[in-house]
C-alpha cells in the first residue's frame, strides 16, 4: 500500500493551527490576553517583520499554551478548537491540498503527522476525510480537565516513532510512498519516504536537507507565493536578514 504523510503547520496550513486556537482561547478570556501580551506578541511580531525566529515563536507558545489550559475542560477545550477548524480549516496552501486529494484519487492512504494537539489534528483531518493522524496527546484526568501533561509529536524522533507505527498497521510501502514537512521536525519523514517534498521549507530545513547527500538527491523543494507555485532547485541561494 502507498501512503502520503503530511505535516500540517506550514506544510498544509498557512499558520500554525495550535496558535490560532490560542488566538481564540485569548480572545474568549480563557487565556488572559495579559500573559500573551507579556510572553508572547513581541515574539510573534519579530517574526512577522522576519527579524525572529519561527520555532522560537511556536516553542514559547507552546510552552504557555500548555500552561495556561490546565484545569481547563476538555468540553470547552474541544468546542472552541471546532470553531477555529471551521472558520480556518480551508485555508490551506493550494499546492499541497491538491496534493492530498491527487492522493485519494489514486487510492493512496493519507496520513497527518503534526506537533500540534491531537484534537485538532483529528477535526482537520475529518474536514479532508484522511486515513489517519496523530498530533501531540494532551493529557486529561478523570473529569475531563488538563491534567498539563503532553505526549509531543513535534520533533524529528518522536514523528519516525510514529511513522513507523503507522506503516506497520496500514503495511506501507515506503519505497514508493511519499512525505511532505517545512522545518526540522518533518526530516525523518522525509528521510524515510522515497518521495520527498519540502514545502516553504525554512533555512534551517534547508540547510539540514542540504547536508545529506542521499536526501538532497532525491527532495523536490516547493515554494507557494500568492497563487504562483514555484519548483525550486536544491542549490537556491537563500538570503537570510541579521540580526542585532
Known amino acids: ?68 489550559l490546565m484545569g481547563i475542560n476538555k468540553a470547552l477545550i474541544v468546542e472552541t478548537a471546532k470553531q477555529v477548524i471551521k472558520e480556518e480549516g480551508e485555508l490551506v496552501y493550494t499546492f499541497t491540498r491538491d496534493r492530498i486529494k491527487w492522493h485519494k484519487e489514486q487510492g493512496h492512504k493519507v496520513f497527518f503527522v503534526s506537533g500540534s494537539p491531537t484534537y485538532l489534528v483529528k477535526m482537520l483531518g475529518q474536514v479532508y476525510n484522511i486515513d489517519d493522524c496523530s498530533g501531540t496527546d494532551y493529557i486529561f484526568d478523570c473529569d475531563g480537565n488538563f491534567t498539563g501533561q503532553i505526549s509531543q509529536m513535534w520533533d524529528s524522533d518522536s514523528k519516525l516513532k510514529e511513522i513507523k507505527f503507522l506503516v506497520e498497521k496500514y503495511d506501507i510501502d515506503i519505497d514508493n510512498s511519499y512525505a511532505y514537512g ?36 532525491r527532495v ?11 519548483h525550486v532547485d536544491i542549490n537556491v541561494d537563500h538570503y537570510t536578514l541579521k540580526t542585532e
Request: aromatic share 12%; no cysteine; charged share 35%.
Open 220 to 230: 523536490d523543494i516547493i515554494v507557494e507565493r500568492k497563487d504562483v507555485i514555484y
Open 1 to 68: 500500500m502507498i501512503g502520503a504523510f503530511f505535516d500540517i503547520d506550514g506544510t498544509l496550513m498557512r499558520e500554525s493551527i495550535m496558535v490560532k486556537h490560542f488566538k481564540k482561547l485569548v480572545k474568549y478570556g480563557i487565556i488572559d490576553e495579559e500573559s500573551y501580551i507579556k510572553n508572547i506578541k513581541a515574539k510573534y511580531e519579530a517574526f512577522e517583520k522576519r527579524y525572529g525566529d519561527y520555532d522560537d515563536y511556536i516553542s514559547e507558545i507552546g510552552l504557555l499554551y500548555k500552561e495556561k
Open 182 to 217: 517545512d522545518t526540522n521536525g518533518d526530516f525523518s519523514m522525509l528521510k524515510t519516504m522515497k518521495n520527498a517534498t519540502a514545502i516553504n521549507p525554512s533555512k534551517k530545513f534547508l540547510d539540514i536537507i542540504r547536508d545529506d547527500k542521499e536526501l538532497r538527491g
